[in-house]
């Protein structure tokens, strides 16, 4: 069979155009005007809603799958980002990413899904336990940190009973509460307030934030322990870890007391909730987070990290902590990801979340450039379009069993570009709102500042 040309060429203009959304992107949110900003940020939003409500024919410019490659695009360029700040620019090998992803996903669908079937327990029970998990992890966080040379292992026993009773005490004012939020449910012939839209969205983005901060909790709890491993080491802890939640993805209903999720068979009846405005959303808080991570001091602790532990610890920096921040705050951006395109698919299965998919976001943050946030960006949207779309298209334009080749093509590619350009796609290159920001010189005034109209510390 051949390969139709107008697809391919069609193909290859969304590529490009993509492309070019995400430079205009980065060059909007750098520039110096507050207004321009918010404009050029604005447009840019409305330019791929239209593309995705106008119609061209019979059908619109972004049809059903170049949507679904959108929105996957956004979710995993946000659980890519955490990697990298983990990776990247800490220096800690992971595999474990993907299972905060599926973490988030199970945690945000399972919040909704109650919801919608007249059970507010779900929302209180997980809202009120991270609230309360979060401060029993504060608390304790300073408590101990005014005791020096405390075993690790003493610490995190102490965390976990702290975590475990904060569960129970969620658990049950969860269950006391919810029952008093059922008549405002009303009944499918005569819904209630609680069954409105509105309601529905405001649950949504209460759900993804709570699953992103469930995730970090638990990331929190593993990587307390594990992280005195060597990168290496943490490395094969992490992968064993995806294992262990796909394992309990798959015995959700058997193992854990959550019997619609329905184990291997796949949790369906998720509210397609997940909007452009959504995806892009939560796209766009994890950049604007994440790059001010970077450029903070806590950002320069965290690369001192990746580039001489001795040397940073001889300064003054407390290596663990920083590992463990690191560590955390990716894996928060992974639960907010999973959470966002749980809403946005309406079916998860424990497959999707299999150790082996799990390498992608790996192979993402190499090909852009360890260390590159604008790579990670780059490499997440083109490697959904054009590997998951236009490579996956045409392939199938061949056979029914071609497109299964896109999996020997991934780390063929990967493989030429670690020989053709170690650095990965763009190395240390940023764009726009990304660059670090210029120190003033010597005697400088107001006007050496940098481009986004901030003055930066000094290097």
Partial sequence: MELDPLSLLISIVKIAAVMAWVYGLLRVMGHASKWVK?????ALFAVVQ???SI???DSPILNNFDTGLLFQACTITMVSLGLNLIYGFNGQFSLGQWGFYGIGAYAAADITYRWTNGDAAGLLVAGIGVILIGVVILGLNRFLSRYRGLPVLSAFTLYLIGVIIAGVAAYYIGATLGPMLAPL???SDVPGILRSDLALQVVFVLA?????????EVAFLFGLPVLTLGSDYFGIASLGFVIVVNTLMVNSDTILPFPE???GRGMVGIPQVTTWFYAFFFLLLVIVVMRNIIHSSTGRAILSVREDETASKAMGINIANYKLLSFVTGSLFAGLGGGVYA???GFLSPG???FLIGFNPLIIVVFGGLGSMTGTLVAGFFWMFFLEGMLRVLLGQLGTEAPTWRFVLYPITLLLMMLVRPKGLLGSVEWGFLKRPVAPRRGGNDSARGPAGVVPALK
């Fill in 261 to 263: 999720m329905k184990g």
């Fill in 208 to 216: 993804v934030f709570i699953a992103g901060a469930f995730a970090a």
């Fill in 55 to 57: 119609n061209v024919g």
């Fill in 185 to 187: 449910f009303g009944t």
């Fill in 352 to 354: 999707t979340f299999d």
């Fill in 343 to 345: 809403h946005y698919i």
């Fill in 38 to 42: 918010i404009g050029g940020i604005i």
């Fill in 50 to 52: 239209l593309a995705i």
